[in-house]
């Protein structure tokens, strides 16, 4: 089945700096990739997605780029803020056929 | 549109009781996945609905079970609780497969076994 790695487990950015967040996924079937967002105590929240058949999505800060050669996509936040901290969970499915697989997540803290 | 409901919020129960879980999907939502949250793991899956069939499965013991009733409500059950069993489950709703549709969680049940 599919498995996903996600890297690194936390990360701390200053106010306004970038971060990147990396996953690898195994299974080359898979075609769809969302990034969830949870905050403390909260439930996981969708941010931003990507299909398979697009290489790089933006939407405002937030960017996410797959590459299927490797087997691997990326979410990008920009001009990072301190609402921006929270867990990042990356995750991959064969849309329509299985369940969503997540990474083990990404503590991010911006500091002011 | 109330969004996924989860009932209850937090149970305490002591090893070897068992446990049943309930969620309410969004109305509409036809496929409801458990996932099991516990610290640097991440979110496991344990099973997926639709339309009252269980789709797929994930690696974890027969002691945990489920089903999806006609309104699209699903339960899951832990049996035998063991300590390991403590984490953080939550349940996912979205409108069905094969459209690129988005997963909404609900808040989780927090259960402890002690």
């Known amino acids: 089945g599919e498995n996903v790695e996600q890297h690194p487990s936390t990360l701390s950015v200053q106010e306004g700096d970038s971060a990147v967040i990396k996953c690898t996924y195994s299974?080359?079937?898979?075609?769809?990739f969302p990034w969830y967002k949870q905050e403390l105590g909260k439930r996981p929240q969708l941010i931003i997605d990507i299909r398979s058949n697009v290489g790089e999505k933006k939407d405002q800060r937030i960017a996410v780029t797959l590459n299927k050669t490797a087997k691997h996509f990326s979410l990008h936040i920009t001009e990072t803020q301190p609402e921006d901290s929270a867990v990042y969970f990356c995750a991959a499915s064969i849309k329509g056929n299985t369940p969503l697989v997540f990474g083990k997540g990404t503590r991010l803290s911006v500091i002011a | 549109k109330a969004g996924v409901t989860q009932t209850p919020r937090y149970l305490i129960k002591t090893r070897g009781q068992q446990v049943t879980l309930s969620c309410s999907p969004i109305?509409?939502?036809?496929?409801v996945s458990w996932y099991q949250q516990t610290p640097g793991q991440g979110l496991q899956f344990l099973f997926e609905y639709f339309s009252e069939t269980q789709r797929n499965k994930g690696n974890f013991p027969g002691r945990f079970s489920g089903r999806q009733f006609s309104n699209s409500r699903s339960e899951m059950n832990v049996s035998t609780l063991e300590l390991g069993d403590s984490a953080l489950y939550l349940c996912?709703?979205?409108?069905?497969?094969?459209?690129?549709?988005?997963?909404?969680f609900g808040q989780g049940t927090r259960l402890t076994v002690v």
């Open positions: 299974d080359s079937a898979s075609n769809y």
């Open positions: 109305s509409g939502h036809r496929s």
């Open positions: 996912a709703s979205s409108f069905e497969q094969g459209s690129f549709t988005e997963a909404f």
